[in-house]
């Protein structure tokens, strides 16, 4: 399937969640076999050319993306969370939201010295979620292989905010 067409599994949802914006619903792509696999084989080109070993899911659709990338690659998946969500040790990251401060974490065992991972997520929009998950990454000692998203946001410069790694999205607005 080509990438037209699963965008074309994306449905607009107007003034959701406030008036004002144009929401990108993915649940019409996820319930399509055909378009969720190809997605799925998209996402793991990237993996395949930034030689990504592990893949790091965002909390929380990044998590069916990365689950089924995971699987299909048989790698190693690794959950990113809002801060009291995982239940063993974590290392925590604080990031600036538009109006005020939020954190995130990963379990301390997920990320190993000089180990590549991709980062996924089904959006990028201003990139703040993802660049603090790869400084939670570098903190650690790990290494960003790339940045992967299904849908990309251009009109936000997520990619200006994230420059010091790789970005790969299979969708752009």
Same mark, same amino acid.
């Given at each position: 399937?080509?990438?037209?067409?699963?965008?074309?599994?994306?449905?607009?949802?107007?003034?959701?969640?406030?008036?004002? !914006?144009?929401?990108?619903? !993915?649940?019409?792509?996820?319930?399509?076999?055909?378009?969720?696999?190809?997605? !799925?084989?998209?996402?793991?080109?990237?993996?395949?050319?930034?030689?990504?070993?592990?893949?790091?899911?965002?909390?929380?659709?990044?998590? !069916?993306?990365?689950?089924?990338?995971?699987?299909?690659?048989?790698?190693?998946?690794?959950?990113?969370?809002?801060?009291?969500?995982?239940?063993?040790?974590?290392?925590?990251?604080?990031?600036?939201?538009?109006?005020?401060?939020?954190?995130?974490?990963?379990?301390?065992?997920?990320?190993?010295?000089?180990?590549?991972?991709?980062?996924?997520?089904?959006?990028?929009?201003?990139?703040?979620?993802?660049?603090?998950?790869?400084?939670?990454?570098?903190?650690?000692?790990?290494?960003?292989?790339?940045?992967?998203?299904?849908?990309?946001?251009?009109?936000?410069?997520?990619?200006?905010?994230?420059?010091?790694?790789?970005?790969?999205?299979?969708?752009?607005?």
């Amino acid at each position: 399937m080509m990438l037209k067409d699963v965008q074309a599994l994306i449905r607009d949802v107007p003034d959701f969640p406030q008036p004002g !914006i144009l929401f990108k619903d !993915i649940t019409p792509l996820l319930a399509d076999p055909d378009g969720f696999a190809a997605v !799925i084989d998209h996402l793991a080109d990237i993996a395949r050319s930034h030689s990504a070993e592990e893949i790091l899911g965002i909390e929380s659709r990044g998590f !069916i993306f990365g689950a089924a990338l995971a699987s299909h690659m048989k790698l190693p998946l690794h959950l990113v969370r809002k801060k009291g969500k995982l239940p063993c040790a974590t290392a925590s990251v604080e990031y600036e939201l538009e109006y005020g401060v939020d954190h995130l974490e990963v379990h301390t065992d997920a990320i190993t010295r000089g180990t590549r991972y991709l980062i996924v997520d089904d959006l990028v929009a201003t990139g703040g979620t993802a660049e603090a998950t790869g400084k939670l990454v570098n903190q650690q000692g790990g290494h960003v292989a790339a940045y992967a998203f299904v849908i990309e946001l251009s009109f936000l410069n997520a990619r200006e905010r994230l420059s010091e790694w790789p970005v790969e999205s299979l969708i752009r607005y």
